[in-house]
């Protein structure tokens, strides 16, 4: 109730407390919501190793969230030493009790050979998994453009990136508006390429806002616009300034100086918004258990 404010006025800090009386008491939920609380510091100063303990206590009850959290401090070396093979273990026991996130773990475990020798037709078995769920991500689509342990299908892959773009993943969008660019395993429509590079770019990704300056600079399926082509190779450049960049010399050369600037100025205002909306979310980690 206090965490999301629900009936009453929200209170992380009162939250938090209940979630550490609640985990005392040995309620595996608490457990994990407590354990989410110290990682990400919200209520508690972030202890990773705290989260870690509580992660752990909640995981050894069989709670599926927290087997898989765990799994992911043991694969990260985060309040523990990292350690592979036991993060793909309680990643495993998460995934067999149908955890989505779980089940996409173990696969990326075997897409990477991380813990386990590389499998590629086991990384595709546990992806499909997930994504039956509802949890699609741009491995999934990966496997099926390079053939990696199934047949190689684009327009599979196509509609793998679809489902995982949709679900908001902006590796995907990223991948899914370079397939309507290239007309890879989908029709080829600039119009729709821009659309997904925008929505991976407002995101933060480097490559989509590089993709979508392109666009912008030849006018391919939006109309052209150097203003906003600087603005976006600014961001995907990391703020370089001309100086140390190529293409936005050739952009700079193209534009009146107060054009530039403006371009700079809307770059700088986008991160300033960005930076300040990312500060403000509830759930940069897990969702707390209800």
């Known amino acids: 109730m206090y965490y999301h404010g629900s009936g009453v006025q929200r209170d992380v800090a009162a939250a938090a407390t209940y979630f550490e009386k609640a985990a005392a008491a040995g309620f595996p939920a608490a457990q994990f919501n407590a354990g989410v609380m110290y990682e990400g510091g919200r209520g508690f100063s ?32 985060e309040g523990v030493v990292r350690d ?18 779980g ?54 892959a196509g509609e793998w990136l679809l489902k995982a773009a949709e679900q908001g993943d902006a590796i995907a969008q990223n991948k899914l508006g370079a397939f309507y660019l290239k007309g890879q395993g989908v029709a080829a429509d600039d119009s729709l390429a821009a659309v997904w590079f925008e929505k991976a770019a407002e995101q933060g990704n480097r ?34 300034s001309p100086e140390q960049s190529s293409e936005l010399r050739e952009l700079a050369r193209a534009m009146p100086r107060s054009d530039v600037a403006d371009a700079e100025r809307r770059a700088s205002e986008w991160l300033f918004v960005h930076a300040s909306a990312k500060s403000e979310e509830v759930e940069v980690f897990p969702l707390l258990a209800q």
Do not use: C
């Open 46 to 77: 972030q202890n990773l190793g705290r989260a870690f303990e509580l992660y752990r206590e909640a995981a050894r009850s069989g709670y599926a969230p927290a087997q898989n959290n765990l799994g992911r401090m043991y694969e990260k070396g």
């Open 84 to 101: 592979a093979k036991v993060a793909l273990q309680w990643y495993t026991k998460s995934a067999l009790q149908g955890n989505a996130i």
């Open 103 to 156: 089940q996409f773990d173990v696969g990326a475990m075997y897409w990477r050979g991380d813990g386990i020798p590389q499998n590629f037709a086991k990384a595709a078995e546990w992806f499909q998994l997930a994504a039956k769920q509802g949890y699609a991500r741009a491995q999934t689509a990966d496997l099926y453009s390079a053939g990696w342990g199934v047949p190689k299908e684009e327009h599979v």
């Open 207 to 240: 490559d989509a806002q590089a993709n979508l300056a392109s666009l912008y600079q030849v006018g391919r399926g939006v109309g052209r616009d150097l203003n906003r082509a600087y603005m976006w190779r600014y961001l995907s450049l990391g703020g370089k």
